[in-house]
């Protein structure tokens, strides 16, 4: 893997951008040290270099989509009940960049930001997926409607049974069955 971070080509004409990195960055003096400086260069060039190749996957996965990615990327997968479970507030809330530790790199490495961005875009998934299923469920299931033998002989819904002088009986036979 090449890193193109390193000393700024244009540094002659722009001297307070010593050095460069793969993403346009410039990267000026307040490090103090080369090395300092290097080194961000360094781990934001890693970072950006493993975070690209994320390019072009939807940022709603299904299962599938998600460990076909996971696969093909060679990134550790998650179970869904992880995910949307005890991992939840972190995939949501955490910061997965790195960052400087004094003059060394620290923070998050780039494998674990990319292994949270993609479970972030399955957790996008799995909520598009409850939503999907709550509005497949209707709000008041329909009641089965309760049928009765009237004394006309028909047999209707409940509700339409009419009480005629000669017992029960349904609208079509309430005159009949009224005497
Ligand atoms: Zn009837």
């Not at 893997?1 to 951008?17: I, L, Q, T």
């Not at 950006?48 to 990615?69: D, Q, W």
């Not at 530790?101 to 479970?119: N, T, V």
Request: glycine share 8%.
């Amino acid at each position: 893997m090449e890193h193109k971070y390193g000393p700024n080509p244009e540094a002659g004409r722009s001297e307070e951008y010593p050095f460069v990195l793969i993403a346009g960055y410039r990267v000026g003096t307040p490090f103090g040290s080369e090395r300092k400086a290097i080194n961000y260069c360094q781990m934001w060039n890693e970072h950006v270099s493993v975070m690209e190749k994320l390019e072009g996957i939807p940022h709603t996965l299904s299962r599938t989509e998600y460990e076909a990615a996971c696969r093909r990327l060679a990134v550790e997968e998650m179970e869904d009940s992880d995910i949307n479970g005890r991992s939840r507030y972190a995939i949501n809330n955490g910061e997965f960049y790195p960052r400087l530790d004094g003059e060394e790199i620290g923070g998050y490495r780039p494998e674990h930001c990319q292994k949270m961005r993609l479970a972030s875009w399955r957790l996008l998934g799995i909520v598009a997926e409850q939503k999907m299923e709550r509005k497949a469920q209707p709000v008041h299931p329909p009641k089965p409607v309760e049928l009765m033998e009237c004394s006309c002989g028909h047999t209707v819904a409940k509700a339409l049974v009419m009480s005629a002088s000669l017992g029960t009986s349904c609208p079509d036979c309430y005159d009949e069955m009224s005497d």
